[in-house]
């Protein structure tokens, strides 16, 4: 057996500091990734010898069988096996290496229809099968989801959904078949079958859509009814004054404080995460929200409570970019056309995030291993793990913070249409939904029990 020399000891080591990374990036919590790594380098030695590009849905399959069959092994160990194959070539593989995408199959191949087994999801993704089969047009669907400046979060859902929907036809070349008969069958499978939300079915449709009218350039126009998911009409979860204070005796460093600012500026989770230091005004006590939900800027309040331990924390967040930057490393992300326009904007103090991460990772679109912004399952941990130990009895997130932020300040009589401002509500229809859970609502009516 070669031993391997000290380059390819160091390339390996790369190769899987990287790999381990991207597992993080796609919410993995980090004291499970080392076990995602583990699998990935099992997966490897299984068939020494043989490219991890060469290799087929048959070799996959193979060795998650071979797996199940040894002694000591659970179902779940199973089920993360295959995630980190997932990962591995369907997130990894296609941006980590110089070739660029997995090489797609020869054209004289024959594709048959592959029939699931028994007892499976119908829509269940071999892990790199569809890469395998068809790379060229899962990158035409990323360039045509790039192009229009769409979310990292967007980009992989859309390839996400398609991946099931080819699956779901038994990996047939999605540009020979009938595809508003072939949509709807799927939809109606989501809906009866799986009996997904109606989100969830909206999401669907929204990334078949997409890939139907731009990466294949064949719209498949009117379609006939499907089965419509349920959508449910709920009301939002909204804590008391007392369980919030009571939620934030119970939180402590960065996690209270994102929690401090999502509640006393009604962010959202990601908008309160993505933060840079430009978007933070001390002298207005304002917060600038860029690119908020539906690309829309707005300006909220920067709670004064805050202020003293943001600016603490930003201090902290100023020797760990001066270190990143003696170390030579990468900026932040930034816009591709702004980079390009301000070539060192990235490594300027004012881009960087209010709530970097503890470590780097590997940029999903472009490889580059710079410093991201903070995990968001972290905070939203932090905060479920709050609310239990503070005994609060509601299902509370990271979100509840916001319809709380909302509630309490048309209890304090402030006008709608400024709570809706602070929002970035487009109609003040959906601001509404919050006089619905006030302590006193419509014409302030008594319960008979009370009279």
């Known amino acids: 057996m070669n031993k391997e020399s000290p380059k390819q000891s160091i390339a390996a080591q790369k190769f899987w500091d990287a790999f381990k990374a991207c597992v993080e990036e796609n919410r993995v919590r980090p004291d499970r990734s080392l076990f995602y790594v583990k699998w990935a380098k099992a997966y490897v030695t299984f068939l020494p010898g043989k490219r991890l590009r060469d290799r087929s849905r048959q070799d996959i399959e193979a060795f998650l069988a071979d797996l199940g069959k040894r002694p000591g092994f659970e179902d779940w160990q199973i089920r993360q096996a295959e995630h980190a194959l997932k990962i591995l070539y369907e997130v990894f593989l296609p941006s980590y290496a110089p070739e660029g995408t997995i090489k797609p199959a020869p054209e ?15 829509d269940r993704v071999v892990p790199g099968e569809v890469e395998r ?3 060229p047009l899962l990158s035409k669907l990323q360039t045509e989801i790039r192009s229009r400046h769409y979310s990292i979060r967007t980009e992989r859902s859309y390839l996400d959904w398609v991946r099931r929907f080819i699956a779901f036809q038994g990996y047939a070349d999605p540009r020979g078949i009938d595809a508003a008969s072939a949509v709807k069958e799927y939809l109606d499978y989501l809906a009866v079958e799986r009996q997904v939300a109606a989100s969830t079915q909206n999401q669907a449709l929204n990334g078949l859509v997409f890939f139907f009218n731009y990466a294949l350039r064949k719209p498949f126009g009117e379609m006939e009814t499907f089965v419509r998911a349920k959508r449910p009409q709920r009301l939002p979860e909204v804590m008391t004054r007392d369980e919030v204070n009571a ?11 994102m929690a401090g600012l999502m509640y006393g500026g009604g962010l959202r989770l990601m908008e309160c995460v993505r933060l840079r230091i430009k978007d933070i005004d001390f002298g207005r006590h304002q917060i600038m929200v860029r690119d908020g939900k539906g690309q829309k800027d707005r300006v909220t309040m920067l ?3 805050f202020t003293v331990p943001l600016k603490e924390h930003l201090a902290r967040v100023k020797g760990i970019y001066e270190k990143d930057q003696a170390k030579g490393v990468p900026g932040v992300y930034i816009w ?6 301000y ?11 209010v709530f970097p991460a503890k470590s780097l990772s590997v940029d999903p679109r472009s490889g580059t291993v710079r410093r991201h912004h903070i995990n968001e399952n972290l905070v939203q941990k932090a905060v479920k793990e709050a609310a239990l130990r503070a005994g609060i009895s509601k299902k509370v997130s990271c979100h509840t913070l916001r319809h709380s932020f909302a509630t309490h300040l048309l209890e304090a009589n402030y006008d709608i249409r400024t709570v809706q401002e602070l929002l970035g509500h487009a109609d003040v229809s959906t601001t509404m939904i919050y006089t619905h859970v006030l302590n006193r609502p419509g014409l302030s009516v008594k319960s008979p029990a009370d009279i």
Request: charged share 30%.
């Open 336 to 341: 591709p056309a702004l980079a390009r326009k």
């Open 247 to 257: 939620l934030f005796d119970q939180m402590e460093g960065i996690s209270a404080l």
């Open 303 to 305: 709670p004064e409570r």
């Open 343 to 353: 070539p060192k904007a990235a490594s300027r103090w004012i881009w960087q995030y």
């Open 108 to 122: 004289t191949e024959e594709k048959k229809r592959i029939t699931p087994k028994a007892g499976a999801f119908r």
């Open 133 to 135: 089969l068809f790379s």
